[in-house]
């Protein structure tokens, strides 16, 4: 009985259904840990919406529901590996002419499309065999990705008790005491892919120093020869929050040479449950973060969680229409909203009111340019009133200002061309100066004891281009009493809290030996020692 229902089951033509939804799953399958899982509800309900227009036309067409199966699957296939197909072409050339341009490809997408259809009208093949093999093909392809997708979610879950455990195991305590009130406040801020001023000046010509003058001012120190320990925001990230190289935290460069996606995956509850929120926990600190449209950078368990879209719906957050943009860029609706500018000027607005419709998220004016435009600023206001919160306090601020899209002008107004460019960058290293050293006197101003303040970049701007140099970072710390006497030109961020609680909270945190390394499958074991060069040498 069972075998009859599953035979009548896999003749029915439903194989239109697989290539949008395994399209969908493939993408949150790349990039299962920057994302939550109601991201793909969107793009879900756009690729069933279009199956059933394509499906129904195809039958209304041709009156045999194996043809217009068949038709409709060739169509979805099409549409939904375009844009794979066009990033792996683009700008490549056979015989000295350009040929990866989207003219040729949606030439080659045509011929395909009408060959295709020819052959299946004028055929005489068996189609129930066809929808069969069709069916098994579609089924086995999503359930793979299907098994593969709990796969990365069991391990993700496993990974996060091994990180709970490298935390706990590391962690050194204290005996419990009563939190001196003059304790200082801690606010650490990070300042995603700001440059050091040597390389701002040799990679985009701009004169950071007086800054850095300012903040010295103020009384931060900035040592002269600071590199980040990593390459990337979640390597150096976890580093950082755990005062530990990876391979300390008992994940070996070698697991990155061989898959480095599942190692940075692994790092994720690393960042999330990590030791340096654990220790200011244990003194009996209140934890205030931001929220961030990266889920990895998240911290949910916090005391307080500043959150500019706790009031927004979930189909207009951020991460949400940055992975609906992601995924119509591995689509035919990315061929055809860059091909608006061929239009006639009276079908021009038309058109791109139209694709703005279908994708919220695409251009320097869509609805997730402007809300990362006002998640930054709220961020930056409320650092500025942050010294008013009551108690105890450790902040750890994770700012996108100085990371693309780059939404400001110099002057913090709505960045309007060139979101991604070395300009957009210049203006807004301009603006966050302006707001951090607004921000720092705040602190300041409204601290009854003074505080610990850190600026630190976690690797450069630009970093997939700038290999060596994208360890050059912005590091400065104000630290009150006697702790500047304790930093040193080559400082790096692995040793930043290990001196903040070896010097203020009496804990026995030893200070490592100050590394930069670089991880990267291209290197033997994984790894490459990066070394440490100075603004002065």
């Known amino acids: 009985m069972l075998k009859s229902r599953f035979r009548s089951l896999i003749q029915l033509p439903i194989f239109p259904l697989f290539p949008g939804i395994y399209s969908v799953l493939f993408l949150w399958l790349a990039n299962y840990t920057q994302v939550q899982p109601f991201v793909i509800l969107r793009p879900l309900a756009f690729v069933l919406a279009l199956t059933a227009v394509v499906w129904g036309a195809s039958w209304l067409l041709l009156r045999q529901p194996g043809k217009a199966a068949a038709v409709a699957a060739l169509f979805l296939v099409l549409f939904f590996t375009y844009g794979h197909f066009y990033n792996f072409i683009a700008n490549r050339t056979l015989f000295g002419v350009v ?20 052959w299946i009208l004028r055929t005489h093949t068996d189609f129930q065999r066809f929808t069969r093999g069709l069916n098994l093909v579609g089924g086995v392809l999503l359930l793979l990705t299907i098994s593969q997708l709990t796969y990365v979610w069991i391990s993700h879950s496993m990974q996060a ?6 935390v706990h195991a590391n962690q050194i305590t204290s005996p419990v005491q009563a939190l001196d009130e003059n304790a200082p406040d801690v606010y650490y801020i990070v300042l995603d892919g700001y440059d050091r001023q040597d390389l701002m000046a040799q990679d985009i010509h701009v004169d950071n120093q007086a800054f850095i003058s300012q903040l010295e001012a103020l009384g931060f120190v900035v040592p002269d020869c600071t590199q980040s320990n990593y390459n990337n925001t979640i390597f150096s990230v976890t580093a950082t929050l755990n005062m530990n190289y990876l391979d300390g935290l008992g994940f070996p460069y070698s697991g990155a040479k061989k898959d480095l996606a599942g190692y940075s995956s692994s790092l994720v509850p690393l960042v999330m449950d990590n030791q340096v929120m654990h220790q200011f926990k244990d003194l009996g600190y209140q934890i205030i973060t931001l929220k961030n449209s990266y889920y990895f950078i998240d911290f949910p368990n916090s005391d307080i ?30 061929a055809a909203s860059t091909g608006t500018a061929l239009l006639p000027e009276p079908l021009k607005g038309i058109s791109q009111a139209v694709f703005q419709y279908i994708d ?10 402007y809300l990362t435009y006002q998640q930054n600023q709220y961020q930056l206001d409320k650092l500025e009133a942050v010294a008013q919160e009551p108690g105890k306090k450790f902040l750890y601020a994770h700012l996108m200002v100085t990371h693309k899209p780059f939404t400001f002008t110099a002057t913090g107004g709505l960045r309007a061309e060139a979101p991604e460019s070395k300009a957009a960058y210049a203006d807004s290293i301009a603006y966050a100066n302006q707001r951090i050293l607004t ?24 970093l997939p281009w700038k290999g060596k140099d994208a360890f050059r970072i912005l590091n400065a710390y104000y630290l009150p009493q006697n702790g500047k006497e304790k930093l040193y030109p080559k400082i790096t961020p692995v040793n930043t809290f290990r001196l903040i609680f070896d010097e203020y909270f009496h804990m026995d945190f030893p200070l490592l030996q100050d590394q930069s390394i670089f991880i990267d499958q291209g290197f033997t074991n994984g790894f490459q020692i990066v070394p440490q060069t100075c603004v002065n040498p």
């Not at 879209?309 to 119509?328: C, M, P, R, T």
């Open 305 to 334: 969680v500043y959150d500019y879209q706790a009031s927004q719906g979930w189909q207009e957050k951020i991460e949400v229409l940055n992975f609906l943009d992601l995924f119509y860029k591995t689509t035919l609706v990315y």
């Open 161 to 166: 008790g091994r990180a709970s455990a490298a």
């Open 360 to 369: 919220p998220g695409v251009g320097q004016n869509s609805s997730a340019f």
């Open 439 to 462: 921000i720092v006197k705040d602190i300041l101003a409204q601290s009854r004891t003074p505080p610990i303040i850190i600026l630190q970049g976690d690797h450069g701007f630009g």
């Open 99 to 118: 040929v990866g341009r989207q003219l040729f490809l949606l030439l080659l997408w045509a011929v395909l499309f009408a060959g295709g259809m020819v």
